[in-house]
Nanobody
Framework: QLQLVESGGGLVQPGGSLRLSCVAS????????IGWFRQAPGKEREGVAC????????NYAGSVKGRSTISRDNAENTVHLQMNSLKPEDTAVYYC??????????????????WGQGTQVTVSS
């Protein structure tokens, strides 16, 4: 069964950094494009960043572009999301998910599988 587990969230002050991790369980991550998504209270879930199977192509939402870096280590079956210069509006539950795409990745959540429980990120002073 395809399952992903997120970790690395927490409480951080504005301007701080966090590194989120997404670990695959029961399948090989390298066969999938991976996306990070977030859902703030009262808002719809939105795509934040994604990375292709090879790691060569990465897409970012405008709200995090320039402040975040998505990376993958297929040998460790893990994808990371490094988030810097965090803002209060980054507060949300962050999820990762997998999608079968050969050469690209997409930010809309259509087609993504293996959603985990998410990890809470709170940016507050």
């Amino acid at each position: 069964q395809l399952q992903l587990v997120e970790s690395g969230g927490g409480l951080v002050q504005p301007g701080g950094s966090l590194r989120l991790s997404c670990v695959a369980s029961g399948f090989t991550l390298e066969a999938y494009a991976i996306g990070w998504f977030r859902q703030a209270p009262g808002k719809e879930r939105e795509g934040v960043a994604c990375i292709s199977r090879s790691g060569l192509l990465r897409n970012y939402a405008g709200s995090v572009k320039g402040r975040s870096t998505i990376s993958r280590d297929n040998a460790e079956n893990t994808v990371h999301l490094q988030m810097n210069s965090l803002k209060p509006e980054d507060t949300a539950v962050y999820y990762c998910a997998a999608r079968l795409m050969d050469y690209s990745c997409s930010l809309p959540e259509y087609g993504y599988l293996g959603w985990g429980q998410g990890t809470q990120v709170t940016v507050s002073s």
